[in-house]
């Protein structure tokens, strides 16, 4: 892949303290420096080490989101030029074999595999990964275990995790993690507690010089994405903004919920009882957010009962999830289901190709650039 690189041009918008980053960047093999006119000049130059990292055109991630990041949506994403992600969540090592498999038919381009870490089959997925030889594998939803990242790198895949603090991804990255992603607050699913712009300024000016860094949570334009590669980011990830595609399976009725939702309507989640390891999840509010509640309540009582651990516990509450992703996403049923979503999902206003979606990111981003 050759990307035409207008040098001086990039050199004289380069925000203070990227001269030195612009400069590597384009001494890298595949740039060239002839002057040329590629429409995403200075996004491309500044994503470079996260392009080299996927194997893709663009940086751009698409965040795993349970039944809505399947075969159709993960490949037309790759096919953009951007990378799609497998959300593996509850599925069994068989079904996710089927899915790695599907999704090959639909593209020959890089794909990744994103893997919950409490996942009591964690192991035998990964061997599905070995398996397929996917490139990359992300662990979300807590540390992971023991002999994990070992496993991945074994084959030859590449890992990203997630880590909250500071301190913990510089030790993830310590014990092998090849990539880091940082995700705020605003972000729909599982988040933490401190929003987007905080945490890049935190770990950007420390790990982004030596690290593969994505930023994630509220991104729904590209000039956000390039404030965030001007502060040092290798690339950027995207869930929200892909989740009603054309090519995303999700049921009409749920991608409505999004056209007319605003960013106020995308709450966190409230944790019932603190013995419980919940950790929150923003979705549009509905029914279903009660509903979880009292679902807490429920698997609080069984813990008191002795009726189940605490391990057991934590698997009920991802299978709640997951259930009620598919009743919403699947069936439709936007009153009792789940609709996770990020606070940008009031800049989510149509359905719109993916590869549509991609280009206007890459353009908003290469204008904020250029001004």
Excluded at 62 to 90: D, H, K, P, T
Excluded at 112 to 130: E, K, Q, R, S, Y
Excluded at 138 to 163: D, R, T, W
Aim: proline content about 4%.
């Amino acid at each position: 892949m050759i990307v035409t690189v207008d040098l001086n041009a990039a050199r004289a918008t380069a925000p203070f303290g990227l001269g030195d980053r612009l400069r590597h960047a384009y001494r890298r093999s595949d740039v060239t420096t002839t002057g040329g006119n590629h429409v995403y000049d200075k996004t491309s130059a500044l994503m470079q080490r996260g392009r080299e990292f996927l194997g893709t055109d663009h940086a751009i991630l698409c965040g795993a989101m349970s039944w809505v990041s399947e075969r159709n949506l993960v490949s037309a994403i790759s096919n953009a030029g951007a990378f799609g992600v497998i959300a593996c969540g509850a599925m069994t090592p068989e079904l996710l074999d089927a899915e790695i498999a599907a999704t090959r038919a639909l593209t020959s381009k890089p794909f990744g595999v994103n893997l919950i870490t409490m996942h009591p089959m964690l192991f035998d997925l990964i061997a599905v990964c070995a398996k397929h030889q996917v490139g990359h594998v992300v662990l979300a939803g807590g540390i992971p275990p023991k002999g994990s990242v070992e496993a991945i790198k074994a084959f030859g895949g590449k890992v990203l995790v997630f880590a909250p603090t500071l301190a913990l991804a510089k030790k993830l990255l310590r014990s092998g993690a090849d990539a880091l992603v940082i995700e705020g607050s605003e972000a729909g699913g599982h988040i933490g507690p401190v929003a987007t712009s905080v945490l890049a300024q935190e770990f950007l000016p420390a790990l982004a010089e030596e690290h593969v860094v994505f930023v994630a949570g509220g991104i729904g334009r590209g000039e956000m994405i390039a404030a965030y590669l001007e502060m040092g980011a290798s690339g950027v990830q995207l869930g929200t903004r892909f989740a009603c595609a054309t090519e995303s399976i999700a049921h009409p009725a749920f991608k409505q919920a999004f056209f007319r939702a605003n960013a106020r309507d995308a709450i966190a989640s409230v944790q019932v009882d603190p013995r419980l390891p919940v950790i929150p999840v923003r979705a549009l509010k509905n029914k279903g957010t009660e509903e979880f509640t009292a679902k807490q309540r429920e698997v609080a009582q069984l813990l008191d009962d002795g009726k189940i651990a605490m391990g057991e516990a934590q698997l009920q509450i991802e299978h709640y999830w997951a259930g009620a992703l598919r009743r919403a996403v699947i069936d439709g049923d936007v009153e009792n289901g789940s609709l996770m979503a990020g606070q940008s999902v009031g800049m989510v206003t149509s359905e719109q190709p993916v590869a549509e979606i991609v280009a206007e990111l890459m353009g908003q981003s290469e204008a904020a650039l250029a001004g």
